[in-house]
């Protein structure tokens, strides 16, 4: 029988997470699955936990909690030999849609049992040192958001009393009503340009933020990330065209850009907020160069299609 090691986060989904690991132990004895329990308490401990299970073998790693917790044990993972599992107790849960887990608990756990993997590739990002910190480098499972997206996880620890899309929702419109947008350059290896952009959102996954399909077409395992760049929007147009986005129906609008790619540095004369798998990178900075590691870890993967995102847990 695999080792497994649970890492559990009872902060996600607002605190409501907590009331769901008895449930969790539960079900994982049920399913005849030996495990180790580990909490996290503060950002760094999945990591730090992961790898401490893969150095006293531990074959399998469940990140159970949200797409933070999912990124920190996944990136951890990379190059291990280790499996990656997730129970998804978040608000966002983004990164499950690409691995078809939804957010039955039980279904969850089912799918750890059953142990059907698909080998996936993961992203990498980092921002040099600058006057205002070291360098920082990591890896990415599902997103890398740059402009609105950073200035919606701001909002967003700020609300209290939202959960899952109501929550997204309303960072956006606080974000939108003081982020106008910013000169960016993408450099994709030899060919800059220059853009007036809202947001610039690289994937590894299909969806950002609990329901906006931001990459419909993103696949976990083609080699390649997908990127969408938002040029500025008025309100009107935002309030028009967003739900748009929520079936991924935003690709033939002319202030969209869609394409794929396996590098590219994002820079600006001003300082950008970013998010990094639904976590605020620690500072605003001027260039991050972002790149992808094919294949780079094996991951459980379910049988739910993304179509369950507003399902309760259970």
């Not at 080792?3 to 049920?30: C, D, M, W, Y």
């Not at 730090?48 to 949200?66: I, S």
């Not at 960016?184 to 329901?211: H, Q, Y």
């Amino acid at each position: 029988m695999h080792r497994t090691k649970i890492i559990f986060n009872p902060q996600s989904h607002g605190g409501e997470a907590a009331g769901h690991l008895e449930q969790v132990k539960s079900l994982f004895g049920a399913a005849g699955i030996p495990y180790e329990l580990a909490l996290t308490d503060v950002p760094g401990d999945g990591r730090r936990a992961a790898l401490e299970a893969v150095a006293r073998g531990f074959t399998t790693v469940v990140a159970a909690g949200g797409d933070g917790l999912a990124g920190e044990v996944a990136g951890a993972l990379v190059g291990s030999g280790a499996v990656f599992g997730m129970i998804p107790l978040g608000s966002g849960d983004d990164f499950a849609k690409s691995l078809r887990i939804g957010r039955s608990i039980s279904k969850a756990v089912a799918a750890v049992r059953d142990r059907r993997t698909q080998v996936i590739d993961a992203g990498t990002v980092g921002s040099p040192a600058d006057g205002g910190g070291p360098e920082i480098r990591r890896h990415f499972m599902n997103c890398v958001g740059i402009g609105l997206d950073g200035e919606v996880i701001v909002e967003k620890e700020k609300i209290k009393g939202l959960r899952d899309l109501k929550l997204y929702l309303w960072a956006t419109i606080r974000a939108l009503a003081r982020y106008k947008g910013q000169r960016v350059c993408l450099d994709f290896g030899g060919n800059r340009v220059w853009f007036e952009a809202l947001l610039v959102e690289v994937t590894n996954g299909k969806c950002i933020g609990g329901g906006y399909y931001i990459c419909p077409d993103a696949v976990v395992d083609d080699g390649r990330l997908d990127l969408c760049l938002v040029r500025k929007l008025s309100w009107l147009e935002f309030f028009r065209h967003v739900p748009k986005v929520f079936k991924g129906q935003h690709k033939h609008l002319k202030q969209v850009n869609l394409g794929t790619l396996t590098k590219v540095v994002v820079e600006s004369e001003t300082p950008m907020a970013a998010q990094v798998d639904g976590e605020l990178w620690p500072r605003p900075v001027r260039r991050f160069e972002i790149g992808i590691v094919p294949r780079a870890l094996e991951c459980i993967v379910g049988g739910d299609d993304a179509g369950d995102r507003f399902k309760s847990f259970s």
